[in-house]
């Protein structure tokens, strides 16, 4: 399992694209710091940076990684290897791979010009949310076996997550303004990561004009530690479920 996560790690880390999202990363967060005067300034412009880029290069990149790697994937589960040990090692070492680009990219500019817990928060956020759209990509590349479509998939799943779910919460809102509605909002934010991230992070940052109705709705019903606690829980069944169900297919899969 660790040769496999270190050749894995070390060949995406060589990757072009990787190399190319990393510096991106690094010469938009010190061009913003530098730009700007006040990092609470800087933070929220690259918020929504977090929120858009980091699900779609993670999505997009382990998405094309998997169906790319199919012949390398079939070699390794020939030999003397548990399958779920396998794919749990891949979706390691994507996990990995991807985190080191999003620190360096982004996490050593927040540290040198904003080490607080607001940045320390948006580090912690953006490796979150890294880690759980290569769990989601795992999951669309081992139920769709054209690459074509499960590349379509892939990014259809980032546009509905990233553009789309906010769309549809602030239309129930305007249908149905008349009625209470704070639970089930609650409940809808639940059921999209970005909008979790988002919540966490503007919470942190304590930015009222700027918070969404999800936002706005779940610093009401949560406050203190509580709506922290279980923000992060959420994350994680987002984490865990998703690769839980694509392990158990892999394991089963006919390759």
């Known amino acids: 399992m660790k040769k496999i996560i270190k050749y894995v790690v070390s060949d995406i880390l060589r990757n072009k694209i990787i190399i190319a999202y990393t510096i991106f990363l690094l010469l938009i967060s010190f061009g913003l710091f530098v730009i700007e005067d006040v990092p609470e300034k800087s933070l929220m412009s690259m918020l929504t940076m977090n929120l858009t880029l980091i699900p779609l290069i993670s999505t997009m990149f382990s998405t094309i990684y998997i169906y790319n790697s199919g012949e390398f994937i079939e070699l390794l589960a020939a030999q003397p290897i548990k399958r779920k040990t396998l794919w749990f090692s891949i ?6 791979a991807l985190s080191i680009a999003f620190f360096i990219g982004f996490g050593i500019p927040v540290l040198i010009f904003s080490a607080n817990s607001i940045g320390i928060t948006m580090i912690i956020t953006g490796i979150i949310l890294s880690v759980i759209f290569v769990s989601i990509s ?7 076996k054209d690459k074509t479509k ?94 839980y169900f694509s392990t158990r297919k892999f394991d089963k899969k006919d390759l």
């Open 91 to 96: 979706f390691i070492s994507l996990a990995l």
């Open 138 to 144: 795992l999951f669309t590349a081992v139920y769709i």
């Open 150 to 243: 499960g590349i379509g998939a892939a990014l259809l799943l980032w546009l509905f997550f990233t553009v789309v779910f906010d769309g549809l919460v602030l239309f129930l809102l305007f249908q149905f303004l008349d009625y209470p509605l704070e639970n089930l909002i609650v409940v809808l934010s639940m059921l999209n990561p970005v909008d979790l991230v988002r919540i966490v992070s503007l919470m942190q940052m304590d930015v009222s004009a700027l918070m969404g109705a999800t936002t706005a709705v779940f610093k009401k019903t949560f406050t203190g530690m509580s709506g922290s606690f279980i923000t992060y829980g959420v994350l994680l069944l987002w984490l865990i479920i998703p690769l």
